[in-house]
């Protein structure tokens, strides 16, 4: 188990940290955080630079497309839906060489979401997760959300009886908490191979819902496909730096908007998918104001009611999530008892600057 921080947290001024140090301080409550190392940590003197543009060469572009660093003779693999998922058991991520690494990029692209079960990867050093995840490109840093202190490269995802920051996001008078989305797609180079390791988990419930955004696009008419091709929409960061002012969170980096393609190319297996998502995706380039929600409200509805192109990931503690971010959107599902717990952390590469279909 990680070793636990506690210690090292003061308060701040702001609200969010002060919950989170009253978090903390409470440790040695019988049910406590399985891995109070990784309790979401907020500073608002934390500040990020601009991001610049890297060069970058999908991983997947390299591997063996036999895949037998990763597929091995005692691994097991059973495919969740035709269009995404697939449950692997029988290797360890944390054992892969760097052409298993390769493979583990191709066969995400491919498969759009793999769940590995038992993984040995949330109780590695947090030096030895980021090792790996940076196979895959240079990690995300958040400019909001919670993290690990002196480790911003973690995107902590927690919720308990008395802290729900995406209730508070979201607001308390929606019917449900769905929201569709592909992560930070407002940067300039998006995400590619994603990680999200489960260390407290519900029993049931509070699982993750995907959908493949290139079934999406296979299935609108010719027509609809070519008017699609060519135009490119903006995605904000706006909406979540005011979210946090408001409350008193960090700011890390300015908020961005950026423009990029309806439909972008995959760089390695060349599928075409569709890019817009209802979390971050605010207007066509253009178009005029009611062509563009028009268009929008189509696409986001086309998304969210595909259920033969979605699938429910299911999560107990040691599982690990590996996802392309480039072809799929996802939702959190909050169906489970507000008193539990539920506690995982994300790592982001990033990738290529979309590729226009």
């Given at each position: 188990?990680?070793?636990?921080?506690?210690?090292?947290?003061?308060?701040s001024e702001n609200g969010v940290t002060e919950k989170i140090v009253s978090l903390k301080a409470n440790l040695t409550a019988k049910n406590g955080p399985s891995y109070p190392f990784y309790l979401p940590y907020f500073d608002v003197n934390e500040?990020?630079?601009?991001?610049?543009?890297?060069?970058?060469?999908?991983?997947?572009?390299?591997?063996?497309?036999?895949?037998?660093?990763?597929?091995?003779?005692?691994?097991?693999?059973?495919?969740?839906?035709?269009?995404?998922?697939?449950e692997i058991t029988g290797v360890q991520i944390s054992q892969l060489s760097k052409e298993g690494l390769d493979e583990?990029?191709?066969?995400?692209?491919?498969?759009?979401?793999?769940?590995?079960?038992?993984?040995?990867?949330?109780?590695?050093?947090?030096?030895?997760?980021?090792?790996?995840?940076?196979?895959?490109?240079?990690?995300?840093?958040?400019p909001t959300s919670g993290n690990v202190k002196g480790?911003?490269?973690?995107?902590?995802?927690?919720?308990?009886?008395?802290?729900?920051?995406?209730?508070?996001?979201?607001?308390?008078?929606?019917?449900?908490?769905?929201?569709?989305?592909?992560?930070?797609?407002?940067?300039?180079?998006?995400?590619?191979?994603?990680?999200?390791?489960?260390?407290d988990q519900p029993d049931n419930g509070g699982d993750t819902l995907f959908l493949s955004q290139v079934e999406a696009y296979n299935r609108l008419s010719p027509e609809f496909k070519k008017r699609l091709e060519g135009l490119r929409a903006v995605h904000s960061a706006v909406p979540q730096a005011d979210f946090s002012r408001t409350r008193g969170g960090p700011v890390r980096r300015e908020p961005i908007e950026t423009e990029h393609p309806v439909v972008r190319q995959h760089p390695v297996t060349g599928e075409?998918?569709?890019?817009?998502?209802?979390?971050f995706t605010k207007r066509i380039v253009g178009?005029?104001?009611?062509?563009?929600?028009?268009?929008?409200?189509?696409?986001?509805?086309?998304i969210s009611k595909g259920s033969d192109f979605q699938v429910r990931a299911t999560y107990t503690p040691g599982t690990v999530v590996v996802w392309d971010n480039r072809v799929t959107a996802h939702s959190a599902v909050g169906d489970f008892d507000k008193r539990l717990r539920r506690h995982a952390v994300r790592l982001t590469p990033q990738a290529e600057i979309p590729i226009p279909a």
């Open positions: 188990m990680a070793p636990s921080v506690a210690d090292k947290t003061t308060a500040k990020f630079p601009p991001t610049e543009i890297f060069e970058f060469t999908d991983p997947g572009s390299r591997a063996d497309p036999k895949k037998p660093n990763l597929l091995g003779p005692n691994t097991i693999t059973k495919d969740v839906t035709p269009y995404l998922g697939t583990l990029a191709l066969f995400t692209a491919e498969r759009k979401v793999l769940l590995f079960r038992d993984q040995d990867f949330k109780d590695l050093s947090p030096d030895r997760q980021i090792e790996i995840a940076r196979h895959f490109g240079p990690i995300q840093r958040h480790y911003p490269e973690f995107h902590v995802v927690y919720r308990d009886a008395e802290y729900d920051v995406f209730r508070e996001y979201f607001g308390g008078d929606r019917i449900n908490q769905t929201s569709w989305h592909s992560d930070v797609s407002y940067e300039k180079q998006t995400p590619g191979t994603t990680f999200f390791f489960i260390l075409k998918a569709l890019y817009v998502n209802q979390g178009f005029k104001v009611e062509e563009s929600e028009y268009l929008l409200k189509f696409l986001f509805d086309h």
